[in-house]
C-alpha cells in the first residue's frame, strides 16, 4: 500500500549505504526506506530537488551525512526511532530534520547554515537533541501538531548555538519545547501558515 517516491526505495529489508553521494536527483525523494533497519554513515546529498531521505517506520542509525542545496526536508521520519550523529546542511529549502508520526529521534552534533527550519518535531513525536550549531536559520526549532489524529511534538535540546534567526522557536498549544531545561511557554498564532 506504499507508493515508491523515491530515486531508490527499500522496503522491509536491512539497509547499510555508506561512503556514497547522491546528487542532481529530482525524484520526491532521492532516498526512501520503509519498515526497514538501517545504517547510513559517510553520504553526501547535493543538489536535491525535493526530500533528501525519507524514512517511514524505520529503526536505524545515521553518522557523517552532508546536505547541500535540498529543495525540501534534508530529512524527513515518520513512525520511526532513530539516533543521528554528526550531520551537516547547507541551503535547505524547507526542515533540516523533520520529524513525524510518533518517532522518537536523538540526535547530536548538528550543524546548519541556511535552512527556513532547523529541528521540527510533530504529531506525537519526541526529539532530543544537544551539541546543536544553526546560523541563519529562520526558525531554528518547532515543535506542534499537523494530522489532528496525533498530539503535539516534544522537543528537548541542549548545548546549542545559533546565530541570525528570525524568531528562536514556534510552538503551539499541544506541544513542548526545552531550551536548556527551560520550558518554553510561549504560543505562535497561526504556526501551520508560518510552517507551511
Known amino acids: ?4 517516491l523515491g530515486s531508490l526505495n527499500f522496503y522491509k529489508t ?3 549505504i ?3 553521494k ?6 520526491e525523494d532521492a532516498v526512501n526506506i520503509i519498515d526497514s533497519n538501517f545504517n547510513l554513515e559517510n553520504v553526501i546529498f547535493d543538489d536535491i530537488k525535493y526530500d533528501a531521505i525519507d524514512f517511514d517506520f524505520t529503526i536505524g542509525k545515521l553518522s557523517n551525512l552532508k546536505f547541500k542545496n535540498i529543495g525540501n526536508d534534508a530529512i524527513d521520519f515518520s513512525g520511526s526511532n532513530v539516533e543521528v550523529n554528526n550531520i551537516f546542511g547547507s ?3 524547507d526542515k533540516f530534520i523533520s520529524v513525524g508520526e510518533k518517532s522518537e529521534i536523538k540526535v547530536n552534533k548538528s550543524f546548519l547554515v541556511k535552512s527556513n527550519i532547523g529541528i521540527a518535531s510533530k504529531d506525537g513525536s519526541k526529539v532530543l537533541a544537544k551539541n546543536i ?3 541563519d536559520v529562520i526558525y531554528p526549532f518547532a515543535s506542534y501538531r499537523k494530522k489532528k489524529e496525533y498530539g503535539g511534538g516534544k522537543l528537548d535540546i541542549s548545548k546549542f548555538k ?4 528570525k524568531s528562536k522557536f514556534l ?5 513542548e519545547i526545552k531550551l536548556d531545561q527551560k520550558k518554553q511557554n510561549y504560543i505562535t498564532k497561526n504556526i501551520l501558515n508560518l510552517i507551511y
Open 1 to 4: 500500500n506504499y507508493n515508491l
Open 14 to 16: 536491512s539497509v547499510k
Open 18 to 20: 555508506s561512503n556514497s
Open 22 to 27: 547522491f546528487f542532481n536527483i529530482h525524484s
Open 91 to 93: 541551503d535547505i529549502n
Open 133 to 135: 550549531d544553526f546560523k
Open 162 to 165: 545559533i546565530k541570525n534567526y
Open 171 to 175: 510552538k503551539d498549544q499541544y506541544s
